[in-house]
């Protein structure tokens, strides 16, 4: 088989490969052309650096607004983290965040969003965790959630508003379940699932990874925009060259004047 064939399946069965094809094509023909225009009509030169300075200018307002909105090529989402499993009450649970416990922690409703989203995080970590204490979700109940920190600050408690308060004070969440026996339904049909009121209560202990969403974006806009500073800077470098030239020029005897022309 030739080159020529392997390189052609190659492109019709790795599309990693197509890909990267389309990339390369797009940024050749689209800052070629505008290149290519500006080279015919100011020069190779200055084209290069008109051209640079339009389009880091462009990527860096573009990633200014992806470090806004937390848009674009995204850093790691939030996600909550295993902090433990807690089998019994948590009344004297130890040292640590549950030290203390109910003190200086609020009940959330089983509805409210924070909990939805920790749920399913929280029965990964007790069926299948390092500390996993039961085999499915469907043997217990969920029957309190209890949340403690999250809240924002300043630097060094400082400056607690916005837009100064861009830190995070540690935010944990308690998901508290209990075994779950089969009650008859009053209704009929399918048996419900309660909590066993005689079982020990287990405790999930979630400690939320706030992640990095806008640390690409703050990246890729610190970098565009050092670029795009440096071809400004080339361009006036650049322009402070030709007025040089031109101060040079008019203070030479005679220039930008017609001399007679003797007879």
């Given amino acids: 088989m ?19 094809l389309y990339v390369v094509l797009s940024v050749v023909v689209l800052c070629g052309s505008a290149y290519l225009l500006l080279s015919t009509n100011v020069g190779a030169r200055l084209g290069f650096l008109l051209a640079g300075a339009g389009l880091f200018g462009w990527l860096a307002t573009g990633g200014f607004i992806w470090w806004a909105y937390g848009r674009g090529p995204v850093g790691p989402l939030p996600t909550w983290t295993d902090a433990g499993v807690v089998v019994g009450s948590l009344a004297g649970a130890g040292d640590g965040p549950l030290r203390g416990f109910p003190e200086g922690w609020a009940q959330l409703p089983l509805d409210d969003t924070e909990v939805a989203d920790a749920i399913p995080a929280g029965d990964e970590f007790l069926t299948h965790g390092d500390n996993a204490v039961f085999n499915s979700p469907t043997e217990y109940v969920l029957t309190a959630v209890y949340q403690r920190g999250g809240e924002r600050h300043g630097p060094f408690n400082l400056l607690n508003f916005r837009p100064f308060n861009l830190w995070h004070r540690p935010n944990y969440l308690v998901l508290q379940v209990q075994p779950a026996v089969e009650e008859p339904n009053p209704a009929g049909g ?74």
């Fill in 2 to 20: 030739s080159s020529a064939s392997v390189l052609l399946a190659a492109l019709s069965w790795e599309p990693q490969i197509k890909g990267a």
């Fill in 190 to 263: 399918i048996p419900r699932m309660v909590a066993d009121p005689n079982a020990p209560p287990v405790s999930a202990l979630l400690l939320r990874d706030l992640g990095a969403v806008r640390l690409h974006p703050a990246v890729f806009t610190i970098a565009t925009t050092i670029a795009f500073g440096l071809f400004c800077y080339q361009l006036h470098v650049r322009d402070k060259a030709a007025w040089a030239r031109r101060e040079a020029e008019a203070a030479e005897p005679g220039a930008g004047r017609l001399e007679p022309v003797s007879r």
